[in-house]
């Protein structure tokens, strides 16, 4: 890691949450402090494991008056994002994951762990699945958020939202290059006059001897959804966190994991979740129509990725040449390999 830069790390909403700005930052370690404070107050907003969070009593109570800004803003980006995707992003799945053995932080299941039934597995097997319009609501006069609908979980925009706040703050405060990594997600800000480029290696979910895809960016956001490490088997049955609303179970795509580059870090979030969602074949006409930075990994190990986030690579796969190859490992990266891990 480059000797002028600072760095630190911080663990919160079951990730840590790694840290570097570029150059000497005076005061550093009140952002620091600040970044802390920063993520303390979203977990106490929009964790589902904190039961004194916002989200527990919003669920626990179908209402929460005097909502603090972290929380009006996650309500607003979850609604947006479920308009934006067709209902393809749907927050209602708290249940939906209890009922599947997350009921609680990943860190106390651990990857590939076997998990017992849970009571609310046959209530959800035996309830219809929601797919009535999504109701939150806020209510200026009162300022009060309302819940008419099925318990909602955020961990799905959290993290991006997360990403996006720090880089703000970090923007703010000091105005010089830095970059945020939570769980292989990523925001970049590359200031004026810095002709530096970030680095970052995207790992190949399946076949680790594969050469990881070099990425060069400036300032912007990457996020993936990927079931490499969030998942487990209950009753022998393999099981994700990436919830299909129109089942209410894990996903059965036929991807294992999508990249998105994306100007902003919960809605890159959101859109690889969505490709995901709608599988290689959809998802990739999804991206090309919209003109998205994406890579897509099918479950069989091929990749693919549209003519967009072709611009970003420096290194692809198989298909670099020696010198290239030998130029990607002997590059001075400023972060380890960036493993999917979301």
Known sequence: MPADSVHWSHEAMGSNFNFQVRGEVAGAKKLQAETKTLLEEMENSWSRFRPESELSRLNATGEVRGPSTFFKLAIFEASSAYRLTLGSFDPRVKRALAGIGYDRSFTQIGTGAEVPPSTQEQDRANSPTPRRPLSLRYDVDHDSIELRDDEIDLGGIGKGLALRILSTHLLHSCDQSHLVEAGGDIATFLASGDSSPWFVDVEHP???????????????????????????????????????????????SDLVAVTVIDSDSARAEVISKWIFLLGADLGSALAARRCIPAL???????????????????????????????????????LPLVSITT
């Open 296 to 334: 897509l990994v099918r479950n069989n190990g091929e990749v693919e990725f549209s003519p967009k986030f072709a611009r970003y690579m420096e290194v692809q796969g198989e298909a670099a040449t020696f010198a290239q190859r030998v130029e990607h490992f002997d590059q001075e990266s400023p």
């Open 206 to 252: 399946l076949a680790l001897s594969q050469l990881p895809i070099l990425l060069r960016v400036g300032s912007c956001a990457i996020a993936t959804s990927s079931t490499k490490i969030r998942n487990w088997t209950q009753g022998g049955v393999r099981k994700h966190h990436i919830i299909d609303p129109t089942t209410m179970d894990s996903s059965t």
